[in-house]
């Protein structure tokens, strides 16, 4: 471990962002790639030699292998639901008394196309309580938000993966389905060694076929990437958008033989997915069915050095189960005010 974190590192002084690449960045450097998905990665080897892979409710090595070859796993019951209730009761608290908080949300309807992301307090409760919307970073608020985000179950698994501490980048939180297009992560969520990034989609409930599930392909983290005409990344340099990123992918999936999987997990289930895995969310057929659940991206302690809204700064640092994720340099009054999971 010791000698690929080094290894890792010092590759890291050698990155420059993708935007400062002076030729569009077409794939994943191969040399920067996590090991795991190199073309000799041993994971028994590395099961072998990790001691911190003990004592989990899954085989890690099983686990690793399936990741490798499909580009995602599924832990079955990894997080308490007790812990899930105690994260969504503070959902209802700060949607039913939205005027005492500053959480920012995203809202996808037309009357906020202009400025779609929105403090907590500004917005309606019938808004907050409806779909089109997401409540970003709520862990920056939450103590069991953190909690959760930085799970034993998930930081062991993602810690193995990067062969590098974690770090719990951002996260999001919704209540109905997202709808959103195909995608890939990597394009939108960029870390400074952009294959160093992860999700995991936490069900806060049990998630019902017509509620607009999510659904990704199985083994798309191999495919050939998408060009936005600027390279891989989207930005406002991007001559095409995510309409035709979407297109791209589902037809580069089907001609590769690979079949569209719905997640239709139970509350407490966890699928962790690679940062190419291509996903997206279904159309919700039943609008009065509710989807709960928690997004939460990490990247590795060698590529996410700094908080996204702060770069020039020295990030302030929780740890939880060995991983760490950032105070919220925007919004410091804001951290941890739902404080209850202390005593989860
Ligand atoms: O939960 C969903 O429907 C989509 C979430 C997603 O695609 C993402 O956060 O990247």
Request: hydrophobic share 35%; net charge negative; with cysteine.
């Amino acid at each position: 471990m010791t000698n690929l974190f080094t290894r890792l590192k010092s590759v890291t002084k050698q990155m420059l962002m993708p935007e400062e690449h002076e030729k569009p960045v077409t794939e994943f450097a191969y040399n920067t790639l996590p090991w795991i998905d190199k073309k000799d990665a041993d994971i028994t080897a590395f099961v072998q030699k990790y001691t911190t892979g003990k004592n989990l409710p899954y085989d890690l090595a099983e686990k690793m292998k399936f990741w490798r070859e499909n580009g995602y796993v599924i832990l079955d019951q990894a997080i308490s639901t007790d812990w899930l209730d105690q994260l969504w009761s503070e959902i209802e608290e700060l949607i039913r008394h939205h005027e005492k908080y500053h959480t920012n949300v995203r809202i996808d309807l037309p009357e906020y196309q202009e400025n779609p992301v929105q403090s907590v307090k500004d917005v309606p409760e019938s808004v907050l309580n409806g779909p089109y919307l997401k409540f970003n970073d709520f862990h920056s608020n939450s103590v069991i938000g953190k909690e959760i985000m930085l799970h034993k179950n998930i930081v062991t698994f993602l810690e193995a993966v990067f062969g590098d501490k974690v770090i719990g980048m951002q996260s999001l939180l919704f209540k109905y389905g997202s709808q959103q297009a195909t995608h890939q992560d990597f394009a939108y969520v960029v870390s400074e060694i952009p294959s160093h990034l992860a999700a995991s989609w936490i069900a806060l409930e049990d998630i019902h076929i017509d509620s607009g599930p999510l659904f990704y392909y199985p083994g798309s983290h191999t495919v050939n990437k998408f060009n936005f005409g600027n390279g891989i990344f989207f930005n406002t340099k991007s001559t095409l958008n995510p309409s035709d990123f979407a297109v791209y992918l589902d037809e580069t999936c089907q001609k590769a033989g690979l079949q569209k999987k719905t997640l239709l997990i139970k509350k407490g289930d966890v699928l962790i997915w690679h940062a190419a895995l291509a996903h997206g969310g279904e159309e919700i057929r039943n609008p009065a069915l509710t989807r709960k659940s928690f997004v939460c991206h990490y990247s590795s302690d060698s590529a996410y050095r700094h908080h996204r809204q702060s770069p020039n700064t020295e990030p302030v640092r929780r740890t939880i189960n060995g991983a760490d994720v950032f105070v919220n340099p925007i919004m410091p009054d804001q951290e941890d005010i739902f404080a209850d999971g202390k005593t989860a």
